[in-house]
Every structure is written in C-alpha cells, then in structure tokens.
C-alpha cells in the first residue's frame, strides 16, 4: 500500500508564493502520473497540475504561468511551486498518485491528506 504524504501548506499574502511537496512511500509502477488536485468546501474537487512519470505535464488554465509542477523519481516526491498567490487560490490541495499496477494492469489511485493553502487579500 502507497501512501502520500504532503507538507508546505500555510497561509501567504496574495502575491506571495508557497511551495508544497508529495513524498510516496512504496514503490509506484512505472508509467504513473503525479498531481495535485484542489478542493474549496462545498464544490467539487479539481485538477491543478499534473506530471507523468516521463515529465510531461498539464495544467489547470487558471494556474497557467502561475504554478510550477516537478518531480523526482528517485525520491517518489512531487512538488508545487505556486508563485503570484490568489485569495481565490485559497483550498485544501491533495496529492494524487494514479497508474496501473505492473502485473493485472489493474487501475489504482491514491490520495494524501490534504494540506491548507490560504491566501489572504
């Protein structure tokens, strides 16, 4: 069983930037994707960035040139660099680890916990 633990949430003034991190522990296959997703109480939870394990990634627009995503393989870690913070930036951001297991092929996906991102105005 994978687990994901997230760090770095806090609040920041707007303007302000915040890096948060995903450690995995447990092997992930290979060809998985990392991201993170975020969720404002009483609407739905949704994609902000998301990198493959090749690098290739993919963002929400309204974090487009605003938030960088990164990882490291030989550390199962992802990162997000979240620069120029908006007060409606404020959530709760969960780190995602998705893919197929090596040997049934069967989907799986995992979430962390959750970390507080607050962006005062």
């Known amino acids: 069983q994978v687990q994901l633990v997230e760090s770095g949430g806090g609040l920041v003034q707007a303007g302000g930037s915040l890096k948060l991190s995903c450690a995995a522990s447990?092997?992930?296959?290979?060809?998985?994707?990392m991201g993170w997703y975020r969720q404002v109480p009483g609407l739905q939870r949704e994609l902000v960035a998301v990198?493959?394990?090749?690098?290739?990634?993919n963002y929400a627009d309204f974090v487009k040139g605003r938030f960088t995503i990164a990882r490291d393989n030989a550390k199962n870690t992802v990162y997000l660099q979240m620069n120029n913070l908006k007060p409606e930036d404020t959530a709760v951001y969960y780190c995602?680890?998705?893919?197929?297991?090596?040997?049934?092929?069967?989907?799986?996906?995992?979430w962390g916990q959750g970390t507080q991102v607050t962006v005062s105005s």
């Open positions: 990198i493959s394990s090749a690098g290739t990634t």
């Open positions: 995602n680890a998705a893919g197929r297991d090596e040997v049934w092929r069967q989907p799986y996906t995992y």
């Open positions: 447990g092997r992930l296959s290979s060809g998985n994707a």
